[in-house]
């Protein structure tokens, strides 16, 4: 028997019902891939054989369904980027050291990857490679032009490298806030700021609060810690760091050095940051608001944590990391920092205070101090002499753009290895 015409209608109904089911299915599984697809990130790693690097890399090889790596970069471990080159294949690897080009180009041959040499290539692959996120973690000054470079085409900027805000703080800000670019903190104590400050107004923040773990030396001595040698000065008590990094946080240079950056990363005054000594490295930092209330982030100190957070941000990532366990600390202790034993620190808050030139002078003066203390050429307490030497004698020039900038620490690097020589000459 043939159905009346509201059966057909209700089938034609059903049908048509059933029809735009299967389209928004289509459509919602679709847009599924097409997320799933762009959200995987490209990152570049620059350092990508020092300690940020490698841990970097640990975490893309972790996560290959969120990340892959279009560019990797090195200062002078040739071996090491050509191994990493061939586990990861990125589009691009540039060594610092020209020297060694033609080794890692033959190395490298056969393979889908352009490989480049010099600071300059660095700079031009940041900014021209297809990648989402910079990850800057080379050390010193060299880190500044790549990742101008990468601010200017736009790209996120996961933010390891202490000095580019230290020399360049009101430049580098200026920069990403008229291309809309990013800059995400690395270091775990900004990381830690970063993180307290999710959802919070900015304008409620009285004050940031950075934690120290002192170093090796917080309870030496100042006649120790002024004849330390390099290989004292290494032995970092929670930190596994690279040796430049691991020597200023013995000089307390780092903390100053982090002040500096948070200035510039949260838009805070330096008078309203505080720096306070925390030897057990689990509190990594904290934010006083305006009701009084303060807000910390705790977790193990392992620099996976923070940059986990930079790569994934706003999500969070499961970790196969050991969980704190607050029984294990019978108590957290909090300190001041003694300026006397550790006048960097102080050096670093005048500079900041006088602004302009002075930071970059800072920086400067610091990298040939550091550079001649792990050469065997002076002692440990000979680096706050030449950074106060330099500081003295360079005046505070204006900072407008980036050749003001190389300017300043030009002049200043020369200043300070004048004075190096004469100290070493006596």
């Known amino acids: 028997m043939e159905p009346d015409l509201f059966s057909r209608v209700g089938i034609r109904q059903t049908a048509q019902a059933d029809f735009a089911v299967c389209r928004i299915l289509i459509k919602?599984?679709?847009?599924?891939?097409?997320?799933?697809?762009?959200?995987?990130?490209?990152?570049?790693i620059l350092g990508s054989t020092g300690s940020i690097g490698t841990q970097t890399l640990d975490i893309v090889e972790a996560y290959p369904e969120l990340f892959r790596v279009g560019l990797l970069t090195a200062g002078s471990?040739?071996?090491?980027?050509?191994?990493?080159?061939?586990?990861?294949?990125?589009?691009?690897?540039?060594?610092?050291?020209?020297g060694q080009?033609?080794?890692?180009?033959?190395?490298?041959?056969?393979?889908?990857?352009?490989?480049?040499?010099?600071?300059?290539?660095?700079?031009?692959?940041?900014?021209?490679?297809?990648t989402d996120t910079v990850v800057t973690?080379?050390?010193?000054?060299?880190?500044?032009?790549?990742?101008?470079?990468?601010?200017?085409?736009?790209?996120?900027?996961?933010?390891?490298?202490?000095?580019?805000?230290v020399a360049g703080g009101e430049i580098v800000?200026?920069?990403?806030?008229?291309?809309g670019a990013d800059i995400v903190p690395v270091d775990s104590e900004h990381s830690a700021i970063f993180q307290c400050l999710q959802g919070e107004f900015r304008a409620e923040m009285k004050k940031i609060i950075l934690t120290a773990s002192g170093g090796p030396f917080r309870t030496r001595p100042a006649e120790e810690i002024r004849?330390?040698?390099?290989?004292?000065?290494?032995?970092?008590?929670?930190?596994?760091?690279?040796?430049?990094?691991?020597?200023?946080?013995?000089?307390?240079?780092?903390?100053g050095f982090e002040m500096i950056e948070a200035r510039w990363l949260f838009d805070c005054p330096h008078e309203r940051i505080q720096i306070v000594v925390h030897p057990q490295s689990i509190v990594h930092s904290m934010v006083e608001f305006a009701d009084g209330c303060v807000m910390a982030q705790l977790g193990v100190p392992d620099m996976h944590l923070p940059i986990r957070y930079a790569l994934s941000h706003p999500h969070r990532l499961k970790s196969e990391l050991p969980p704190l366990t607050?029984?294990?600390?019978?108590?957290?202790?909090?300190?001041?920092?003694?300026?006397e034993r550790f006048p960097m620190l102080g050096y670093a808050f005048e500079a900041i205070a006088e602004g302009g030139s002075k930071p970059c002078t800072l920086n400067a003066a610091n990298e040939v101090a550091v550079a001649a203390f792990l050469r065997g050429e002076i002692l440990f307490g000979d680096m706050p002499r030449i950074v106060?030497?330099?500081?003295?004698?360079?005046?505070?020039?204006?900072?407008?753009?980036?050749?003001?900038?190389?300017?300043?620490?030009?002049?200043?690097?020369?200043?300070?290895?004048?004075?190096?020589?004469?100290?070493?000459?006596?």
């Open 227 to 255: 004849r330390a040698t390099a290989a004292e000065a290494l032995r970092h008590p929670n930190w596994s760091m690279g040796a430049k990094v691991t020597v200023d946080s013995a000089s307390m240079m780092n903390k």
């Open 326 to 339: 607050l029984a294990q600390y019978a108590s957290l202790t909090f300190e001041e920092p003694d300026l």
């Open 173 to 179: 800000t200026r920069l990403a806030r008229s291309r």
């Open 137 to 165: 973690a080379m050390v010193g000054y060299s880190g500044l032009p790549p990742t101008l470079g990468a601010l200017e085409a736009g790209k996120t900027i996961a933010l390891a490298n202490k000095e580019t805000l």
């Open 388 to 426: 106060r030497a330099t500081l003295d004698a360079m005046p505070r020039t204006g900072i407008e753009s980036y050749s003001d900038l190389e300017a300043s620490d030009r002049e200043a690097r020369a200043k300070a290895t004048e004075i190096l020589k004469q100290l070493t000459n006596t």
């Open 101 to 130: 080009y033609v080794w890692l180009r033959d190395e490298l041959a056969g393979l889908p990857v352009d490989v480049a040499a010099g600071q300059k290539a660095i700079a031009e692959a940041a900014a021209e490679t297809d």
């Open 77 to 98: 471990n040739a071996r090491l980027l050509a191994e990493q080159a061939r586990k990861f294949l990125p589009a691009r690897v540039v060594i610092a050291d020209e």
């Open 28 to 44: 919602f599984a679709f847009q599924i891939l097409f997320y799933l697809k762009s959200n995987v990130k490209n990152i570049a």
